[in-house]
């Protein structure tokens, strides 16, 4: 396990090689490591993509969708395990709220889990919503 944060190199680029990222998803078991080409796609057509790196390997990963004026969605933000709790996924969702600053909706959707991390970055319940989906994954 790293513990230097200090070697931690943010990037917004989208040269990261596909292999690379199945393996963070595939890492976190995320079911959309299952279907690589169409997540592939999804990540390099994504407005936004932020990757951290050690080295040459690929340590974590979040991105953003947005109609470039009002409103962003936050639908990945992933951390190899043994990097977590290191704050690579709080510089990566810095990076990208900052990016959006001033933008009348920031949203996304947090499991559970990560209900504090996201409440740390910002982040509040959207008044008394309840989140919605039609989901083709197998991770419920």
Request: with cysteine.
């Amino acid at each position: 396990m790293k513990t230097a944060q200090a070697e931690i190199e943010f990037k917004d680029t989208r040269e990261i090689e596909q292999d690379s990222i199945i393996a963070l998803y595939k890492a976190n078991y995320w079911s959309s490591s299952e279907k690589p080409d169409l997540l592939y796609k999804g990540l390099m057509n994504s407005d936004s993509l932020i990757s951290a790196w050690d080295g040459d390997k690929l340590v974590g990963l979040g991105n953003a969708i947005s109609d470039g004026f009002l409103v962003v969605y936050y639908p990945h933000l992933l951390v190899l395990p043994d990097y977590q709790r290191q704050g690579i996924g709080s510089g990566i969702i810095q990076r990208l709220t900052t990016r959006y600053a001033g933008f009348h909706q920031q949203i996304l959707i947090a499991d559970s889990n990560a209900l504090y991390f996201y409440k740390k970055c910002g982040f509040q319940r959207a008044g008394k919503t309840e989140p919605m989906w039609i989901y083709l994954g197998s991770d419920r």
